[in-house]
């Protein structure tokens, strides 16, 4: 007997509006996004990042690393959850969009916690020592370079520390046949495809999928 339960529109707003607690400065950076039309699928979900918070919190978390940081607000949901003395280095990209998450930071009063690197992620993070440093990971960038961030992160993970990675449903394409993916994101949905089955297989890690948003995958390592 299977024990899901089906969301509809109703139930799901339900649990958003009894799990996640969006202050004003997070509706607004969700306003702001839902106003660029598509792009607003680039940023998560209020009980998406209700939960990252509580993660981070969870373990204490001290030093967390995001991959794709667009408006900043899961880096605002990172950063709120880690201790006093936390540290949260985002990879972004686009140089508008940082700016504009590095504006959303501070009016959440993180700037002093949060540094962001512009440019492309994977450079970024290969520049970093290879060591175990990273409590907290959250991977939310181009999906065909999936299997490359994870490896890279997981590398500057310490035993016990989470890595997050976003969209691993593919808005509900992931387990759909070739034809039927659009052809624009069949790289993308690839790039998922191999990193999930990499992360369900890799005995390096304790791994749990979660169905919240598009599919949150979680690898803890060992």
């Given at each position: 007997m299977s024990k899901f339960t089906p969301l509809d529109e109703g139930l799901h707003q339900y649990m958003v509006e009894h799990g996640a607690r969006q202050d004003p400065l997070l509706e607004r950076i969700e306003r702001d996004a839902l106003a660029m039309g598509s792009l607003a699928s680039m940023q998560i979900a209020a009980d998406q990042g209700a939960f990252m918070t509580l993660l981070a919190r969870a373990i204490g978390a001290r030093e967390a690393l995001e991959i794709g940081t667009f408006l900043g607000y899961s880096a605002i949901c990172i950063a709120r959850g880690l201790a006093e003395d936390g540290r949260l280095l985002c990879c972004e990209l686009?140089?508008?969009?940082?700016?504009?998450?590095?504006?959303?930071?501070?009016?959440?009063?993180?700037?002093?916690?949060?540094?962001?690197?512009?440019?492309?992620?994977?450079?970024?993070?290969?520049?970093?020592?290879?060591?175990?440093?990273?409590?907290?990971?959250?991977?939310?960038?181009?999906?065909?370079?999936?299997?490359?961030?994870?490896?890279?992160?997981?590398?500057?993970?310490?035993?016990?520390?989470?890595?997050?990675?976003?969209?691993?449903?593919?808005?509900?394409?992931?387990?759909?046949?070739?034809?039927?993916?659009?052809?624009?994101?069949?790289?993308?949905?690839?790039?998922?495809?191999?990193?999930?089955?990499?992360?369900?297989?890799?005995?390096?890690?304790?791994?749990?999928?979660?169905?919240?948003?598009?599919?949150?995958?979680?690898?803890?390592?060992?």
């Open positions: 686009s140089e508008e969009y940082a700016e504009r998450a590095r504006g959303n930071i501070a009016d959440a009063g993180l700037s002093e916690r949060v540094e962001i690197r512009v440019g492309p992620a994977l450079e970024t993070v290969r520049s970093l020592p290879r060591e175990e440093r990273f409590d907290f990971v959250f991977i939310d960038a181009d999906k065909r370079t999936y299997p490359d961030y994870y490896e890279e992160a997981l590398a500057r993970t310490r035993p016990g520390g989470l890595i997050l990675l976003d969209n691993v449903l593919a808005s509900g394409y992931i387990n759909a046949p070739d034809d039927e993916v659009p052809e624009g994101r069949r790289e993308s949905v690839a790039g998922l495809r191999a990193t999930n089955e990499r992360v369900a297989a890799d005995e390096r890690v304790d791994t749990a999928m979660v169905g919240i948003a598009d599919g949150l995958l979680i690898a803890r390592k060992r």
